[in-house]
């Protein structure tokens, strides 16, 4: 993946190319650099991307292991569990069970 800093150098770069097409005879078509330079910058966006999501994921999965880890996610796991949509006696109990 490219680093931030590198990407202006690296677009001068495409633009020295870009130049130096232009001022060459007109054989080469600057189309074939827009492509490549376009699927170049596509391939750093999704790295870029690749990586952000391989963060997030890593995240969620350590939020999970906390959640697992900590005794009052547990508490109220089991409070959700005992507490019926339908009634409101189940809640009443819940209360009664946590003191």
């Not at 130096?20 to 699927?39: A, H, P, Q, R």
């Not at 391939?43 to 350590?62: P, T």
């Not at 697992?68 to 569990?81: C, H, W, Y």
Request: hydrophobic share 35%; proline share 3%; charged share 25%.
């Amino acid at each position: 993946m490219v680093h931030k800093k590198n990407q202006p150098v690296i677009q001068e770069s495409f633009l020295n190319l870009r130049t130096k097409i232009s001022s060459m005879d007109k054989k080469v078509d600057v189309s074939v650099l827009n492509t490549f330079e376009y699927n170049y910058l596509m391939d750093q966006y999704l790295q870029e991307e690749d990586h952000i999501s391989a963060q997030i994921v890593a995240l969620l999965s350590d939020l999970v292991y906390i959640q697992s880890r900590l005794p009052i996610f547990k508490q109220l796991d089991r409070r959700d569990t005992a507490i019926s949509p339908n009634s409101t006696d189940s809640i009443v109990q819940a209360d009664e069970e946590q003191m």
